[in-house]
């Protein structure tokens, strides 16, 4: 079954649904997947939905993905923080390489308040929605693409069998990114539609390295630690020169530290929250 509801489209190209149409998913379903990145997961997480969800009196299941980009330790850490701290019901899985798809299943069934059940797949730009409708399915049937806007993205909303008990309904585009600038720009974003990918991505950089000093080291071999070194240093490394003054590139760099935070290539994460807020100074990625 495919139903078009309409979309709207963010400056940077990303179709995105309105909060009334999100509101009207909610309504059509009995249990909501809020999909995070399980690397940083409070940027990810839209307190407006939680809130609409609870209004609705529909079930929400928070859905850490990406969790084969964080130590299994640090997943069960933001697990308990979700569900002791906030009474969200959470489960971790990391949906391309289809692990933990059969907790997800457990869990939508055991809080779903009715057999079969319809469930909505809700989220930030590249959290994983349709890979995690494609896990479940145990094939590849929803398009998925691996940056914000790129061809492959989903633009409808579609409703899927997953089995007998479970139907999901996979929405068009995704939430208005919330709350954190530097979140809006590269998730609203494709990279290369960025006029001004520097600055960002500098903001990028200094947040990767206030959790993992050695991120960079580990993937492009870089020991600086300056942003603009960084961006500059990687620039050399690829060949990339302007033609005329042959400084380095550093905006094609800038373009490839956001793809490649896509990707999961560049190891960053944090841990959940000590004393209500996140600590910087305790919240270390691998190094």
């Known amino acids: 079954m495919k139903t078009t509801w309409g979309a709207r489209t963010s400056p940077g190209g990303i179709i995105l649904a309105s909060w009334g149409q999100i509101d009207r998913i909610i309504t059509r379903s009995d ?5 995070l990145d399980a690397r940083d997961p409070l940027k990810t997480l839209s307190e407006r939905l ?42 971790y899985i990391a949906a391309t390489r289809r692990m933990g798809t059969i907790k997800l299943r457990t869990a939508i069934k055991r809080i779903a308040p009715s057999l079969p059940t319809v469930v909505s797949v809700v ?35 579609q409703l899927y069998r997953v089995d007998n008990n479970i139907l999901m309904i996979d929405t068009p585009g995704i939430l208005p990114v919330e709350g954190d600038p530097l979140e809006m ?41 300056d942003p603009l ?21 550093i905006e094609e760099a800038a373009r490839l530290v956001i793809r490649d935070f896509h ?24 190094g």
């Not at 249990?31 to 999909?35: S, W």
């Not at 209004?55 to 299994?72: A, E, Y």
């Not at 994983?128 to 479940?136: R, T, V, Y």
């Not at 961006?231 to 380095?248: H, Q």
């Open 185 to 225: 720009i590269i998730r609203g974003y494709p990279p290369e539609k960025l006029e001004d990918p520097v600055n960002p991505c500098i903001q990028l950089i200094k947040r990767i390295i206030s959790n993992n000093p050695n991120a960079f080291l580990h993937a492009y071999g870089i020991e600086e630690r």
């Open 31 to 35: 249990v909501v997947l809020h999909v």
């Open 123 to 157: 989220g930030f730009p590249k959290v994983g929605k349709s890979s995690i409708i494609n896990a479940l399915k145990g094939r590849y049937s929803a398009s998925t693409s691996p940056y914000p806007g790129s061809p492959g993205y989903t633009r409808t909303f």
């Open 263 to 286: 990707d999961g290539k560049i190891t960053y994460y944090v841990r959940p929250p000590r004393g209500g807020s996140v600590d910087q100074g305790e919240a270390t990625g691998a």
């Open 229 to 249: 070194r960084i961006l500059e240093e990687l620039a050399i490394k690829r060949g990339w020169f302007y033609k005329k003054t042959k400084e380095p590139l």
């Open 50 to 91: 939680i809130k609409m969800v609870e209004r609705r009196g529909k079930k929400i299941l928070i859905v850490l993905n990406k969790c084969d980009l964080i130590p299994r330790s640090v997943a069960e850490e933001w697990k308990d923080y979700f569900e002791s701290s906030r009474n969200l019901p959470t489960v």
